[in-house]
């Protein structure tokens, strides 16, 4: 069975201040879940890409004698660690608890609580699933 669509999910957050006085509001992130079979695709992809960048640092003088190594021994580790990853945060919007303005979530790795800066402001944003 094969699935071009990728399964993702919106969810409601809360956005909470980290620094100063406290102060929450609601965002929406959407969480893009994986599949058995995408997450070894993904094992398998970026297990390969840290096996490229070994071989490319072999270019590099004196350097490859640590590079090639650790990045060709960390290639599996790589490749499990994306292979497990059952979602991943695509990204979300929201208002930022610091300055009201609109707040941008990034993409990033879960599980939540993701802590974000906001780029108006500066201020640290708590990011979680709202309770
Ligand atoms: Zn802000």
Same mark, same amino acid.
């Given at each position: 069975?094969?699935?071009? /669509?990728?399964?993702?999910?919106?969810?409601?957050?809360?956005?909470?201040?980290?620094?100063?006085?406290?102060?929450?509001?609601?965002?929406?992130?959407?969480?893009?879940?994986?599949?058995?079979?995408?997450? =070894?695709?993904?094992?398998?992809?970026?297990?390969?890409?840290?096996?490229?960048?070994?071989?490319?640092?072999?270019?590099?003088?004196?350097?490859?004698?640590?590079?090639?190594?650790?990045? =060709?021994?960390?290639?599996?580790?790589?490749?499990?660690?994306?292979?497990?990853?059952?979602?991943?945060?695509?990204?979300?919007?929201?208002?930022?608890?610091?300055?009201?303005?609109?707040?941008?979530?990034?993409?990033?790795?879960?599980?939540?609580?993701?802590?974000? /800066?906001?780029?108006?402001?500066?201020?640290?944003?708590?990011?979680?699933?709202?309770?």
């Amino acid at each position: 069975m094969k699935e071009d /669509t990728p399964e993702i999910h919106q969810f409601s957050v809360s956005l909470s201040t980290l620094d100063g006085p406290k102060n929450e509001t609601i965002g929406r992130v959407r969480i893009q879940y994986f599949s058995n079979h995408e997450r =070894a695709i993904r094992g398998i992809k970026y297990g390969g890409l840290c096996l490229l960048l070994a071989a490319g640092f072999i270019l590099i003088p004196l350097l490859h004698f640590i590079l090639v190594p650790l990045t =060709a021994l960390a290639s599996p580790f790589v490749g499990v660690l994306f292979s497990r990853q059952k979602s991943v945060l695509v990204g979300g919007i929201g208002d930022c608890p610091v300055c009201s303005k609109g707040f941008l979530i990034t993409k990033s790795i879960i599980p939540f609580p993701v802590t974000q /800066t906001c780029k108006s402001c500066s201020g640290r944003v708590r990011v979680d699933f709202k309770v």
